[in-house]
């Protein structure tokens, strides 16, 4: 289980935005880690457009979020009309804390969804 609701951070993040703060940052987290794939560098350029339809937020509030994650060290962020240039220096050492945290609990990471199959055994 993950303790973000528990990170300083997350809740100075929570009180300044609301739940809106927590989909931001944790949207932008899944974004940087989708769109770089295996190649995990952290950087990602994207519309401001693409961002507020996919975290379902005003652009204005996105960007105030990233603004805030910006002055409180946890992104570097430039931004253009057309285009965001964002980067977590911090995302490898994130994924590989996702990573101990999976395994601790017995888990593996994977990008396949597991599915159970129930099998009958026959009786004799």
Not at 16 to 37: C, D, K, Q, S, T
Not at 92 to 99: H, Q
């Amino acid at each position: 289980m993950s303790d973000a609701l528990d990170d300083p951070f997350v809740c100075s993040l929570m009180d300044e935005f609301g739940h809106p703060g927590y989909v931001v940052w944790f949207g932008i987290l899944e974004i940087i880690a989708r769109e770089n794939g295996t190649n995990l560098t952290g950087k990602i350029d994207i519309s401001p457009a693409y961002l507020r339809r996919k975290l379902r937020t005003s652009q204005t509030k996105v960007r105030q979020v990233l603004d805030f994650c910006r002055t409180n060290g946890r992104l570097l962020a430039t931004f253009s009309e057309k285009k965001w240039e964002i980067e977590v220096p911090k995302m490898l050492e994130l994924k590989d804390n996702y990573i101990k945290d999976l395994q601790g609990a017995g888990k593996k990471p994977s990008l396949e969804v597991e599915v159970e199959v129930e099998v009958e055994k026959e009786e004799d």
